[in-house]
């Protein structure tokens, strides 16, 4: 069953709980590889999940049960244009909890979008690149996939994988 009433919209049918994010950015390189675990519910029997993404490559995605059983994944695909990834299941999954992971890449753009890069310049006038986020309206889709609609509430816990030398800073607990 797929919720189509509304083509610019999300389903309803299911709906993020929790997002484990591990961002691995390399600064020198201009790219990132990354980890999303996302708990979700889903409401009534679906044979296939929608979720934003954007100007990121799925290099893999898995489904679990909430009892922790593999669920069989048909294929993906990702569409620019839309801005959506689908995931077609190979067979009809019942109402309930489950575990999306999806393991990912991207570029840190330098577009003031998603998880992007971007330059200051030091007291002594060295310049050093760093990579920051621009969440707001829709750009989360751009980091990692993700339910990127203001009606998908859900929290939070992000990792972030950096060299010794190079520390992380957050504005959320």
């Not at 992007?116 to 989360?140: L, P």
């Amino acid at each position: 069953m797929i919720d189509n009433s509304n083509p610019h919209r999300l389903s309803e049918l299911v709906v993020p709980e929790n997002y484990k994010i591990i961002l691995e950015p390399n600064l020198n390189e201009h790219t990132f590889n990354g980890e999303v675990n996302i708990i979700i519910d889903v409401i009534n029997n679906i044979d296939q999940i929608i979720i934003n993404s954007a100007e990121l490559l799925i290099k893999s995605v898995e489904l679990f049960s909430e009892n922790n059983n593999k669920v069989g994944i048909k294929n993906f695909s990702n569409d620019e244009t839309l801005e959506r990834l689908t995931i077609f299941l190979k067979e009809e999954i019942q109402n309930g909890r489950y575990q999306l992971n999806i393991v990912f890449s991207g570029i840190l753009n330098d577009k003031l979008r998603g998880f992007y890069r971007s330059e200051f310049v030091d007291e002594d006038g060295k310049k050093h690149i760093i990579a920051t986020t621009q969440f707001e309206s829709t750009h989360a889709r751009r980091a990692f996939p993700c339910f990127d609609e203001p009606l998908f509430k859900a929290t939070f816990d992000i990792s972030l994988i950096v060299p010794k030398d190079q520390y992380v800073v957050s504005n959320s607990p």
